[in-house]
């Protein structure tokens, strides 16, 4: 089955609610699954006194044991992630003392926070955003990826609630004032702020001091390609036309041979593109592109009627992100 347009999974978050009755339990869920096209494989909610923490999962890695909320050892740290932690292997080396009860990517942020406090995450290399509650001491945390793939917001209740949500949509009719949390940037509940986790050496250089080096920047697009291949589920390509999608997805069939998931679901690259009568001819050309790049299955919509609805379906995904600045719009796939 394929997934509707826009999945990732969702997350929702709600810290310090003033009222802990079912009813509020039950509109917190009901909240949740707003951004249930975001997640269909599985709902999830871990509640703690006032703490809500909520899920909903697109499966990628180990999609039978990795459902969220994810947990540390003895449960006292709760984590609802969306987004893949891509050295998740070599972060579970270092924490070798620790028992991880699933085979996710993002359980490693549980134990992270365990053993380094609020200062792992700067050792992550991923696309995410995540709400962590440590249950001890009820603070919690929130980030989100250094360029803001994956998205977040943020909103204060009347009660004195905090919030976090995928999308606008989950939060916006219950609280009083909300934002769009920034890019590599941390919330702590503990300082009460928002402070900038990524700050690499280039941030304050306003020319590149870096000489223009075109075998590095084959080698790191490769690399930043071929990390992304981390799936337990079959995966595509969308091609745009353009450049970019097109070295992507070449990337990927030479690539695609060493993965786990090709081992499994063969190595045959599915490519996916939407287009109308009058495009054919790009299709055409695409398609040539690609079976000479390699072997590839190239799925496509010609018909205007299935293209206007795929184009409806995206709208209503990102129908909150419309009244942001456009270039923040990709943000919500
Ligand atoms: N879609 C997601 O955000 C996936 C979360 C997590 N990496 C998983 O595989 O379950």
Redesign the pocket.
């Known amino acids: 089955q394929v997934p509707p347009a826009g999945t990732?999974?969702g997350i929702l978050a709600v810290l310090g609610v003033g009222d802990v009755s079912l009813a509020k339990r039950s509109r917190i869920i009901e909240l949740s699954r707003r951004l249930r096209h975001r997640?269909p494989d599985w709902s999830g909610i871990h509640s703690f006194e006032d703490c809500y923490l909520a899920h909903q999962?697109?499966?990628?890695?180990?999609p039978t044991s990795?459902d969220q909320p994810l947990y540390n050892e003895d449960k006292t740290v709760v984590v609802t992630?969306?987004?893949?932690i891509y050295n998740h292997e070599e972060l579970k080396a270092k924490l070798k003392h620790h028992k991880f009860q699933t085979g996710?990517?993002?359980e490693v942020i549980a134990h992270l926070y365990e053993e380094y406090g609020e200062e792992f995450v700067d050792m992550l290399d991923g696309m995410f955003s995540f709400v962590l509650l440590d249950t001890r001491d009820k603070s919690f945390i929130a980030a989100r990826d250094a360029i803001g793939i994956c998205p977040l917001y943020m909103g204060w209740g009347l009660d004195g609630s905090v919030w976090f949500s995928s999308e606008m949509k989950a939060l916006s009719d219950d609280c009083e004032r909300f934002i769009s949390f920034p890019p590599g940037h941390l919330y702590s509940s503990k300082t009460g702020g928002l402070r900038r986790w990524y700050n690499p050496p280039w941030f304050s250089e306003s020319i590149p001091s870096a000489p223009y080096d075109p075998l590095l920047i084959r080698e790191s697009f490769e690399k930043a390609v071929i990390k992304r291949l981390m799936t337990d589920v079959p995966f595509g390509v969308l091609l745009s036309g353009g450049l970019d999608s097109s070295l992507v997805a070449s990337v990927v069939s030479r690539h695609l041979a060493e993965t786990k998931v090709a081992r499994q679901w063969g190595n045959k690259l599915h490519t996916f593109c939407i287009g109308l009568k009058r495009a054919l001819l790009i299709l055409k050309l695409l398609r040539k592109l690609l079976t000479t790049l390699a072997q590839c299955i190239m799925n496509y919509t010609s018909q205007c009627r299935r293209a206007l609805m795929l184009w409806k379906k995206l709208f209503i995904t990102s129908r909150h992100m419309m009244s942001r600045p456009l270039e923040q719009v990709p943000q919500c796939f």
């Open positions: 990732m999974c997640g999962r697109l499966a990628i890695v180990d990795g992630v969306n987004g893949e996710s990517d993002c």
